[in-house]
């Protein structure tokens, strides 16, 4: 079983940035892709980015394009989400998955407040 678990959601103005983080336990071996969703209440969850391991296909939500980025570290255990510019409709919990062996594993997500 991967564990994975998100880090660095906070309480941020507009305008202002976080960077979150999601690490997953266990050998990077047959990891085909990760990526970010959100969920704000009330809302259905939305698609943020996503990326292949070997980060030759990165893709990102409309309305995150050009101020959010993907990225993983060297050792394959961990991937971050650089949010800037950040707007008060960002406001969600944050969930990263990492697709493992033909499974996707979910964290339980990391809350991101966005005051105007």
């Known amino acids: 079983q991967v564990q994975v678990v998100e880090s660095g959601g906070g309480s941020v103005q507009a305008g202002g940035s976080l960077r979150l983080s999601c690490a997953a336990s266990?050998?990077?071996?047959?990891?085909?892709?990760m990526g970010w969703f959100r969920q704000a209440p009330g809302r259905a969850r939305e698609a943020v980015a996503a990326m292949t391991w070997n980060g030759d296909s990165i893709w990102y939500g409309d309305s995150v394009k050009g101020r959010f980025a993907i990225s993983r570290d060297n050792a394959g255990t961990t991937v971050y989400l650089q949010a800037n510019s950040l707007k008060p409709e960002d406001t969600a919990v944050y969930l990263c998955y990492w697709d493992r062996g033909g499974t996707r594993y979910w964290g339980q997500g990391t809350q991101v407040t966005v005051s105007s």
């Open positions: 266990g050998p990077p071996s047959s990891t085909s892709g």
